[in-house]
């Protein structure tokens, strides 16, 4: 009898030992997350929760009015020397967008999908696009629902040489030079008449063809000012 009662004490002692509690702290770093544990659920976004000695399920999720959100799922160990606070952290949901489509989209370097696309990142991460030969570098896109990515600029600036505006610029450009040239050789040309001459006439054409030599000429500065600018400020 007293060895039934001692091997059930210890039995009793045991059990107690194997269901011991420990209080623990559940913490999630985003809003709008269900926390469950061992399948039953116990919170949003933290959740502090009684659990006996051994493993343990953590599943959190996103709210379900996001589509596609985001999940994680981990197991923790619980006993007398673990950690009793847990802290997650999930990444956000960023929509990729890019003009034109189908720039390719990498996170930390590596590849992701092309443009438009939608990933999950964090605020240290570092998102790259590339498209055409021109590529870009962004950070600190946490939170935000949509990040817009507009490289047609940088397309078109990179390739100005060889765009039409380019080519419209340069073809005005000797136009203008030709027409200025022709007007003051016109006029040199009168002005030598009415040295011969005297003729009153001939000065007043002089003088004409000399203001229209110097319009064409201030138009060819300005043509030239604005191909300079065009070329200078391209990276």
């Not at 116990?42 to 959740?47: H, I, K, P, Q, R």
């Not at 999930?90 to 929509?95: D, E, K, N, Q």
């Not at 990142?121 to 590529?135: M, P, T």
């Not at 040295?195 to 000399?210: C, H, K, Q, W």
Request: charged letters at 20%; a negative charge; one cysteine or more.
């Amino acid at each position: 009898m007293i060895f039934r009662l001692f091997f059930l004490l210890v039995f009793v002692i045991n059990v107690s030992a194997q269901q011991e509690f420990y209080e623990i702290k559940i913490i999630s770093e985003k809003h709008g997350v269900s926390i469950f544990v061992d399948n039953q659920f116990a919170g949003y976004d933290s959740a502090s929760i009684k659990l006996n000695k051994g493993k343990h399920s953590i599943s959190m999720f996103e709210s379900h009015l996001i589509w596609n959100g985001m999940m994680i799922v981990d197991t923790i160990f619980v006993d007398e020397s673990s950690s009793h606070t847990f802290n997650y952290q999930l990444p956000s949901a960023v929509v990729i967008n890019s003009k034109p489509y189908d720039a390719v989209v990498r996170v930390n370097n590596k590849f992701k999908g092309y443009t438009p696309l939608r990933i999950f990142c964090f605020d240290e991460d570092v998102v790259s696009l590339s498209l055409n030969g021109i590529e870009g570098r962004y950070s600190g896109v946490k939170d935000k629902l949509n990040v817009n990515f507009d490289v047609i600029p940088e397309i078109q600036k990179a390739k100005f040489p060889s765009s039409t505006e380019f080519k419209l610029l340069m073809a005005s450009s000797l136009l203008l030079g030709g027409v200025a040239a022709y007007l003051k050789l016109k006029a040199d040309s009168i002005y030598e008449d009415y040295l011969r001459s005297g003729d009153n006439t001939l000065y007043e054409e002089v003088n004409r063809y000399d203001l229209y030599s110097g319009i064409a000429f201030g138009l060819l500065q300005i043509n030239f000012g604005y191909l300079f600018y065009k070329l200078l400020t391209e990276d």
